[in-house]
T-cell receptor, first 116, second 116 residues
């Protein structure tokens, strides 16, 4: 499967724990985006990263949330000290760079985070 | 800031009939991109169609076509010969960019039901 891979598909955490969501972009893609979808809502942009660089984090909550996209390995969205309101589906998308930078974003299947 | 509005929370169509989903947006930009994404119960985000604002010709993809009215900032999706597999949430989205280098702004979605 050469698509955007997200894991885990489902993640359950208790209040106060940490959640780590992973995203491997499509082969050849170097741009990664994270979106959050609350129940009955559309997706809301959180952060846009390139390898080792955060380009736009204007949609990230100021506290407890962080994201990285290291030189090697998947992009990680990290939520510390989770609260009930963090329960949502988190989607990752990727897109290519350079001459193919006009291509649309391709989405993963999402991670559904549930907070007990 | 750009916004996307979908005024129809739910729509229903008979199999083999045609249905139109509405979307309006607000932007001060003159060049931008508009998208329709489909989200079936499996929760995947599937790109249905994309329109570039500088192109006057409406985009089409098989049974899916758009009516892009730039002056009115309207971007409706027409589904012809509806099939049971078309049942899903449909999200209209806006971006200042074709794919890379910018985030997508989504509407709240329209839930489409298809009756056999």
């Amino acid at each position: 499967n050469a698509g955007v891979m997200q894991n885990p598909r489902h993640l359950v955490r208790r209040r106060g724990q940490e959640a780590r969501l992973r995203c491997s972009p499509m082969k050849g893609h170097s741009h990664v985006y994270w979106y959050r979808q609350l129940p009955e809502e559309g997706l809301k942009f959180m952060v846009y990263l390139q390898k080792e660089n955060i380009i736009d984090e204007s949609g990230m909550p100021k506290e407890r949330f962080s994201a990285e996209f290291p030189k090697e390995g998947p992009s990680i969205l990290r939520i510390q000290q989770v609260v009930r309101g963090d329960s949502a589906a988190y989607f990752c998308a990727s897109s290519p760079r350079g001459e193919n930078s006009n291509q649309p974003q391709h989405f993963g299947d999402g991670t559904r985070l549930s907070i007990l | 800031a750009q916004t996307v509005t979908q005024s129809q929370p739910e729509m229903s169509v008979q199999e083999a009939e045609t249905v139109t989903l509405s979307c309006t947006y607000d932007t001060s930009e003159s060049d931008y991109y508009l998208f329709w994404y489909k989200q079936p119960p499996s929760r995947q985000m599937i790109l249905v169609i994309r329109q570039e604002a500088y192109k006057q010709q409406n985009a089409t993809e098989n049974r899916f076509s758009v009516n892009f009215q730039k002056a009115a900032k309207s971007f409706s999706l027409k589904i012809s010969d509806s099939q049971l597999g078309d049942a899903a949430m449909y999200f209209c989205a806006y971006s200042n960019y074709g794919g890379s280098q910018g985030n997508l702004i989504f509407g709240k979605g329209t839930k489409l039901s298809v009756k056999p």
